[in-house]
């Protein structure tokens, strides 16, 4: 055998009945280095198709490492209630939740909580859930999009990758 493959990618095929993203490699056969190639397939050089599954390859992690980290960022760098900053990164989450446990048991019983801002106010449970619910709207939503971003990007054509940071900016921002 040469040097040389052919290759097949979804995007290249007639049909696609799972839905395989079509970047993704459908087909790879070794053939001579004097052997034609005519679509849909392409020819490549095996450091030519090595190159291209690894730079696509780590390219998609980045993205989806990318995907991650903003939506974490983003959960946890606060929110704004009646104008009052809330903060929402995970030790607060867990402290409200904390708050809500020990109201349930304690309904009567009034809370003095301390704002991101250092102040401190007084709650009862009726106020601690109405906040807490906020929280985990607000905490949700940024997992639901970390969601629908990752699965688009595991549909994005390895072709398409480079125009793929634009859309999640432009998704983060909706």
């Given at each position: 055998?040469?040097?040389?493959?052919?290759?097949?990618?979804?995007?290249?095929?007639?049909?696609?009945p799972?839905?395989?993203?079509?970047?993704?490699v459908?087909?790879?056969?070794?053939?001579?280095?004097?052997?034609?190639?005519?679509?849909?397939?392409?020819?490549?050089t095996?450091?030519?198709?090595?190159?291209?599954?690894?730079?696509?390859?780590?390219?998609?992690?980045?993205?989806?490492?990318?995907?991650?980290?903003?939506?974490?960022?983003?959960?946890?760098?606060?929110?704004?209630?009646?104008?009052v900053?809330?903060?929402?990164?995970r030790?607060?989450?867990?402290?409200?939740s904390?708050?809500?446990n020990?109201l349930?048991?304690?309904?009567?019983?009034?809370?003095?909580?301390?704002?991101?801002?250092?102040?401190?106010?007084?709650?009862g449970?009726?106020?601690?859930?109405?906040?807490?619910s906020?929280?985990?709207?607000?905490?949700?939503?940024?997992?639901?999009r970390?969601?629908?971003?990752?699965?688009?990007?595991?549909?994005?054509a390895?072709?398409?990758?480079?125009?793929?940071?634009?859309?999640?900016?432009?998704?983060?921002?909706e």
């Amino acid at each position: 055998m040469g040097n040389y493959l052919k290759v097949k990618l979804w995007a290249d095929m007639p049909s696609n009945p799972d839905n395989i993203p079509g970047g993704r490699v459908a087909e790879v056969v070794p053939i001579q280095d004097g052997e034609p190639v005519v679509p849909p397939w392409r020819k490549l050089t095996r450091e030519e198709f090595q190159s291209l599954n690894g730079r696509k390859s780590a390219e998609r992690k980045e993205l989806g490492a990318y995907i991650r980290a903003r939506a974490y960022e983003l959960e946890t760098g606060g929110m704004t209630i009646g104008g009052v900053k809330i903060a929402t990164g995970r030790d607060d989450q867990a402290m409200l939740s904390g708050a809500v446990n020990y109201l349930t048991l304690n309904p009567t019983v009034r809370i003095d909580w301390q704002g991101e801002d250092g102040t401190f106010t007084t709650l009862g449970k009726a106020q601690v859930e109405a906040v807490a619910s906020a929280v985990g709207a607000h905490v949700q939503a940024h997992f639901t999009r970390r969601k629908q971003l990752l699965q688009a990007l595991a549909h994005t054509a390895d072709s398409e990758l480079g125009n793929f940071r634009a859309t999640i900016t432009q998704f983060w921002e909706e």
